[in-house]
Each structure stands twice: as structure tokens, then as C-alpha cells.
């Protein structure tokens, strides 16, 4: 397999350390890596801006911003922004959040959305970053995100310089959608595919839901067709294996990799 597109999210070897995981993937020829702030903040961001650079390690995302019903939302996301343009990162993942506490008003939560990122998309600029709205399945709309398609998250990028807000297509949480691959094209057409993931859906759900990604090839997404369609839009970019799975968490770090890199091959590329 080429291993030029593929990238290790962060949270697929969940528990693997940082140094190691670095280690391991450069190890085996990964060159892209998908991190997450808390155990970058764990670690020390100074401390693993170098590590990655001396492993020539390219950071293709940083996770999260988001969570727009906080009070303090915009400053932490500034924060999150500068954090991905230390880390070298191209992409900041965004997950919009949820309804605030005791509120029905889904409309006012997602224009909400809209004004977070209009105040912050020339920031995000001034940094080199790209702010990715990530559609989440409907199931994590009351809680997580209340955005819920793809051609919602475009709608509301749509004001915004594409260069400052993409989208992130993730196969876990847009298989279900009817309109997935329209939108694959608008999003290319716009200049807005800002990052690719692949996890795959498995039934049942394990309870509480978040875990429930399933490893590439054991459910019913159809991944390869999804690559296809991203190709196709003229998405050239990483391709991040991002898998939440209490048993693949729960496998050492370098066999978790090496499984992943073997159903990528067959599923995926």
C-alpha cells in the first residue's frame, strides 16, 4: 500500500503515548498524524511541536474547537487556533456543540454557529488555519452538535473566505445522508473540503454511542466510494483514520496501527 494520504487520528490509539506514537508511526512509514488538544496540552505544545518535526511528522489536523453554547467559546477557540498554527496543523476541527442547558431552540443554537465563526474566521486566517465545520450524526444534535448534514455545514460556511472555514467530510457521521455526495461536490466546487476521515458504522451502538466507531471494513460504510467521491471534488489532502472503539483502544499501540493500515489498504485506497 502507498502511504502518502494516510494519516493516524490521535484517538485511534487513544491510550498509545505521544512519543511513542510518533515513534511508531514513523516507524512504519506514516507521515501525518491527527492530534487532539488535550493530550497535546498533556504532553506540552512546545514539547510536541518538536517531537513531530524531529520525526518529520506532518500534524494534518488539530481536534477540537467548537462547542459554541460555552460562555467562553471564542476565547477558547482562539486558543485552539493558535495551537494548530504551532503545531503546523492546516486544520482545526471544529464540533459546533449542542442545545445550552434547558433550551428547545435549535434554530438560535445553530445560528449561534454563525456567529461564533464569523468572529473568529479572520482570526483563523491571520493564523494559516482552517476552521473545518464537522457535520455530527443526528443522534449527538441535543448534546455535541447541532449540525447535522453536509449541506448544513456549507450553508453556514458559505458567508465565510473558503480559505478560513471548510468542511470535514468523516464517513462515521455522513454515510447515512442522502445528499452526502452532492454535497461532496459542492464542498469541492466551493474549496471547502478541508479534511477527510474514514471510521465505519457497526450496530449495535455500545452505550452512550460515542464509542461505536467501528474499524474500517466491519460495517456497512461504503468507504472506498466515499475516497472515490472526495477524489473526485478534487480533494487530494490527508486521509485520517479517526476510530472511537473501546477494544481497539484497548490493543497495544503498534498492532493497532498495523490493523488499521492493513483494512485501509483494503478498504479505503
Known amino acids: 500500500m502507498t502511504l502518502e494520504r494516510f494519516s493516524l487520528n490521535q484517538w485511534t490509539t487513544r491510550y498509545w503515548p505521544l512519543p511513542e506514537l510518533v515513534d511508531g508511526c514513523a516507524s512504519r512509514g506514516v507521515r501525518g498524524i491527527g492530534l487532539w488538544r488535550e493530550p497535546v496540552a498533556e504532553y506540552g505544545l512546545a514539547r510536541t511541536v518538536k517531537i513531530v518535526r524531529d520525526a518529520g511528522i506532518t500534524v494534518t489536523s488539530l481536534c477540537r474547537g467548537g462547542f459554541f453554547q460555552k460562555e467562553d467559546a471564542i476565547a477558547d477557540n482562539r486558543r485552539a487556533i493558535e495551537e494548530a498554527a504551532e503545531l503546523g496543523a492546516p486544520v482545526l476541527l471544529l464540533v459546533s456543540g ?5 433550551s428547545r431552540d435549535l ?13 473568529l474566521a479572520p482570526y483563523a486566517g491571520e493564523h494559516n488555519v482552517q476552521l473545518a465545520i464537522e457535520p455530527l450524526h443526528p443522534m449527538f ?5 447541532v449540525v447535522s448534514t453536509l449541506a448544513q455545514a456549507l450553508d453556514i460556511a458559505a458567508p465565510l473566505p473558503a480559505h478560513q472555514v471548510g468542511v470535514a467530510i468523516d464517513t462515521y457521521h455522513l454515510w447515512w445522508d442522502p445528499d452526502a455526495y452532492t454535497g461532496i461536490a459542492r464542498a469541492g466546487a466551493e474549496g471547502r473540503l478541508a479534511i477527510f476521515q474514514v471510521a465505519d458504522w457497526t450496530t449495535p451502538l455500545p452505550a452512550g454511542a460515542l464509542t461505536g466507531r467501528g474499524m474500517l471494513g466491519d460495517g456497512c460504510v461504503e468507504l472506498r466510494r466515499f475516497r472515490e467521491a472526495v477524489d473526485a471534488a478534487g480533494y487530494a489532502g ?5 476510530i472511537f472503539n473501546d477494544a481497539l483502544w484497548a490493543m497495544p499501540g503498534p498492532g493497532a496501527l498495523d490493523l488499521t493500515l492493513s483494512r485501509f489498504a483494503e478498504h479505503v485506497e
Open 238 to 242: 490527508p486521509i485520517e483514520v479517526e
Open 141 to 145: 444534535c441535543s448534546d455535541r452538535c
Open 107 to 119: 434554530d438560535g443554537a445553530r445560528e449561534r454557529v454563525s456567529e461564533a465563526l464569523a468572529e
Open 98 to 102: 449542542g442545545l445550552p442547558d434547558g
